[in-house]
């Protein structure tokens, strides 16, 4: 079986199947805004197409292997040694504290949860793309995809460039619910679809998810530095662990995306360093590609022969499973939308990321691994390196004191840029699906608050406890293609069929989930069940113990985790009787303009936008908040709402004008009352929203005021 026309073929059922509902909701038409979004989603696999295809198929030339020369002994063998010099180690130490520093600075302002978990929803769509960037490149990526891109070549980069799969079913389908519909937690649409039964179940399950990932992330950072300077991986990992609790548990949302907004700009550049640097030490891009062997230029590897690295497990296991669990499910990616100050500006962070950062990011994960493999076929390294330290060994010979202080701060950058979106996420769920509802549900704001700082400082210490567990696998690779794969299924089924099939059930939605989780461990105990969904991936000696059967089809577990689950999901909402349609509105697709106005407050156009600048005037008093947001409300002069073409109820975005704050002095509101006529744009804000639009400097200021919807 050809890999690239296997992805394609059952990605491109899936991407049809987006692109269906986009047109029957209305955002793929005749008109021009359409066909626009009609070419947008068609260039997206057309993109990535386009690359994968060249590397799999075009004729190319390639040098002939060399002879290993001698002279890079000290870096291929550290004999024990600290890896680097004193000036890396302090840049790296520096890099920690401006980290703090940063993180800190941006979230001394967050008074409630809603800033604490969605920094205010008031941040543009780049701001949001990097810190996305940020998130999805973890600590783990640089050396999990290091080891891959030196075995395998480019094939690594399958799992960044195989989202396009759900790109119309996320911008024109989920994302318009998520953000209309105003979540604070994913478990808490459940609640509203279904009661608090599946809530319940779809809570432990990402919970599960969340705190296991924080493990991993934990465990690779340990690792990394037991690699560089000999600590021991456990308490490694609880220094970083520390560090990165302690800005997010002051900051929250704001918090974590501005420092991973630096995070984000610090990994890409680090990482293409490492790349410039091989190329530059070979003489030029030819040469380097060149002395990338063939096979290893491939955009996908075996389909099927080697059971660590099957490019049909690596589709079902991170295209299929995982990417639907990050995009759809995941609490810190789910809040980064929810963060944006529009929809609109929602997808724009959706394309940037997808189809430039994500293809970057590949580049940037794998570089230290393609270095390596170039720097041994050229005959610079010798071909006995250990592939697991091939992103240290090309990163130690290529650079320089400080420069190699730069890159192990990029490592950093990666781990807290990760773990610190999932101790938010966390602390989300914990507040809003099991204090409020369970423990306290007359919470004040002020005790929610305190809840979720309470709550970050636990899951920082329930993910050190994970690390040794993760110890027990063979790589880090291992280790989270096993977790995913055995997680992610029956969630990812349910909400996709909540979303998009109204005749899936409250009944259906418990049965799979229970029933995929009891599956998956019965393929851990008796792996030869995943047989049959294997594709022909052979069975290896994983050994005898109780769960070593999780080491067995780790990848195509997920295939057998969402056909299992499917079936049981479809077969029992068939069975049973459909939900009421008033239950559905504002959560299933076709019902947008109802989530819409639950968000508004009232009937809106979300293509509806119009814009003008206007002068703050400060009120004498706060006046009530209103919608399910409990959006603020401005008043505007006559000449401001003439402008703006609004009246009395509609929503609108006020701004400082500095487009390269990204949001941090802006807010959401609702028009009030016309306070004077007259020619002058005045907008009147209440003293509470006042600071966080108008900067004390700059009070005599034009800002600028949007309506959306």
């Known amino acids: 079986m050809d890999s690239l026309v296997y992805s394609y073929v059952v990605g491109g059922i899936v991407f049809c199947a987006g692109l269906g509902y986009a047109v029957k909701q209305g955002y793929i038409d005749f008109s021009v805004s359409g066909i626009r979004n009609l070419l947008v989603c068609l260039f997206v696999p057309a993109f990535f197409l386009a690359i994968q295809g060249y590397l799999q198929y075009a004729p190319m030339e390639t040098a002939p292997q060399a002879a290993y020369q001698g002279g890079a002994e000290q870096v291929v063998d550290s004999g024990g040694r600290v890896r680097g010099e004193p000036i890396d180690y302090a840049i790296m130490i520096g890099y920690f504290l401006v980290i703090l520093a940063v993180g800190t600075w941006f979230g001394r302002r967050q008074k409630t949860t809603k800033d604490f978990f969605f920094g205010g929803q008031r941040f543009s769509w780049w701001l949001i793309a990097f810190s996305l960037i940020a998130t999805t490149i973890g600590s783990y990526s640089f050396v999990k995809y290091s080891l891959m891109g030196y075995k395998y070549g480019l094939a690594s980069s399958q799992t960044y460039l195989n989202d396009w799969i759900w790109f119309p079913l996320l911008a024109f389908g989920w994302l318009p619910i998520l953000y209309f519909s105003r979540v604070t937690s994913i478990p808490e649409y459940f609640s509203r679809r279904f009661g608090p039964g599946v809530r319940f179940w779809a809570t432990v399950y990402i919970l599960i998810y969340l705190i296991g990932y924080v493990g991993v992330n934990l465990f ?303 393929s851990i105990l008796v792996p030869e069940l995943i047989t049959p969904f294997a594709h022909g991936v052979p069975m290896t000696d994983a050994g005898d113990g109780l769960l070593d059967g999780m080491k067995q089809h780790m990848f195509m577990r997920a295939c057998f985790g969402i056909a299992v689950s499917g079936a049981i999901a479809v077969f029992v909402a068939l069975l049973t009787k459909p939900e009421p349609f008033e239950r559905q509105r504002g959560l299933v697709w076709g019902t947008i303009g109802d989530a819409l106005e639950f968000y508004k407050g009232s009937p809106g156009n979300e293509s509806a936008r119009s814009r003008t600048t206007a002068r703050p005037q400060q009120a004498a008093e706060e006046p009530a908040r209103v919608g399910a947001s409990q959006l603020p409300v401005a008043n505007l002069s006559r000449s401001a709402v003439d402008a703006l073409q609004a009246k009395c109820g509609d929503l609108i975005y006020v701004t400082d004008r500095r487009w390269w704050l990204g949001g941090l002095r802006s807010t959401h509101a609702v028009v009030g009352e016309i306070i004077v006529d007259g020619d002058d744009a005045i907008i009147e804000l209440g003293p509470e929203t006042w600071p966080n639009v108008v900067s004390p400097s700059r009070s005599d200021r034009l800002v600028s005021v949007e309506r959306l919807y």
């Open 220 to 522: 690779t950072m340990g690792k990394v530095l037991n690699g560089l300077v000999g600590w021991d991986i456990f308490w490694g990992a609880v220094i970083v662990a520390v560090i990165s609790a302690s800005y997010v548990t002051v900051g929250g949302q704001t918090s974590v995306i501005m420092t991973d907004l630096l995070q984000g700009v610090m990994l890409l550049v680090t990482g293409l360093i490492i790349l410039v640097l091989g190329v530059d030490y070979l003489g030029g891009f030819g040469v380097f590609w060149s002395n990338l062997p063939r096979e290893a230029r491939l955009a996908f590897a075996n389909f099927n022969q080697q059971p660590d690295f099957p490019s049909v497990g690596i589709f079902w296991q991170d295209a299929i499973a995982n990417s639907a669990m990050l995009y759809f499910l995941n609490q810190g990616i789910a809040m980064r939308f929810l963060a944006a100050r529009s929809l609109s500006e929602s997808r724009k962070a959706v394309f940037a990321l997808m189809v430039v950062l994500m293809t970057v990011g590949a580049c940037v994960v794998s570089s230290g691994g393609w270095t390596a493999r170039v720097l041994v076929h050229a005959g610079v390294l010798p071909d006995t390196i250990d592939p697991g330290k091939a992103f240290y060994i090309a990163t130690e010979f290529l650079s320089y004191p400080g420069l190699f202080g730069l890159i192990l701060a990029a490592l950093t950058a990666a781990l807290m840029s990760t773990v610190d979106t999932l101790i938010t996420a966390v602390a989300a769920i914990v507040v809003n699906d099991i204090y409020c509802p369970y423990i306290r549900p007359q919470a004040t704001d002020g005790q929610m608050l305190r809840a979720a700082r309470i709550s970050s400082v636990s899951v920082m210490l329930l993910g050190v406890a994970l690390v040794p567990l993760f110890m027990k696998f063979d790589s880090i690779y291992a280790a989270h293609g096993a977790f995913t794969a055995a997680v992610t299924p029956p969630l990812v089924v349910v909400l996709l069929l909540s979303v998009f099939w109204r005749r899936f059930t409250r009944a259906a939605a418990v049965w799979t989930l229970v029933g995929g989780m009891v599956a998956i461990l019965a």
